[in-house]
């Protein structure tokens, strides 16, 4: 099966600073790229996703870049507000069912 | 669309209880699935199925069964609850198995006493 890393597991940023979370994974057959977003007590929610043939995808001020040669794809959020603070969880798809990363936890200080 | 709905939101049970959690959901979505979510641990996937009359198991499986006898529900039941089930419990649906955006219900909280 599929094995995702997702680093960093917590990640604490100023108010207007970039924060970066970075996922790596084994299958290269893998080809869809999901990020979700969890505030506290929601539920997991679809913020931006990338698919295999595409390296790079934007939404205001999110981002998502992928690089399958390296196996790894990255959520990028610039300008970031303290409302961005959640748990986000890369997870990746293919041959297999979807198989998530641990989450990394953003605290955005004002 | 009401999309993935959950209940109960929040339950309490004794060691050895059984309980059936419901999932359910209205977009016609083949695949569905249950994790389970702890401190630490991300969502750890419990049950799964590709449609109605197939199941299948994931990560953390014991303790729990499924079935799947129409393409709109989805239960989980505990067999007999123990405290290492104490947990936020995710049902999740998606149009397909694979590349398919995940939609996630509210969540069950599970308190085993």
């Known amino acids: 099966g599929e094995n995702v890393e997702q680093h960093p597991s917590t990640l604490s940023v100023q108010e207007g600073d970039s924060a970066v979370i970075k996922c790596t994974y084994s299958?290269?057959?893998?080809?869809?790229f999901p990020w979700y977003k969890q505030e506290l007590g929601k539920r997991p929610q679809l913020i931006i996703d990338i698919r295999s043939n595409v390296g790079e995808k934007k939404d205001q001020r999110i981002a998502v870049t992928l690089n399958k040669t390296a196996k790894h794809f990255s959520l990028h959020i610039t300008e970031t507000q303290p409302e961005d603070s959640a748990v986000y969880f890369c997870a990746v798809e293919g041959s297999y069912i979807p198989t998530f990363g641990r989450g990394t936890s953003l605290i955005v200080h004002p | 669309n009401a999309g993935v709905t959950q209940t109960p939101k929040f339950q309490v049970l004794k060691t050895g209880q059984s309980m059936t959690l419901q999932c359910a959901q209205d977009m016609n979505h083949e695949y569905m699935s249950w994790y389970r979510q702890d401190p630490g641990m991300g969502l750890r996937l419990i049950h799964y199925?590709?449609?109605?009359?197939?199941?299948d198991q994931g990560e953390v499986p014991n303790g729990y069964n499924v079935s799947r006898s129409t393409t709109e529900d989805f239960p989980l039941r505990l067999l007999s609850a123990a405290p290492s089930q104490t947990s936020v419990y995710f049902c999740?649906?998606?149009?397909?198995?694979?590349?398919?955006?995940?939609?996630f219900g509210p969540g069950t909280r599970l308190l085993v006493l």
């Open positions: 299958d290269s057959a893998s080809n869809y």
């Open positions: 999740a649906s998606s149009l397909g198995q694979n590349q398919e955006t995940q939609y």
């Open positions: 199925s590709v449609g109605a009359g197939i199941t």
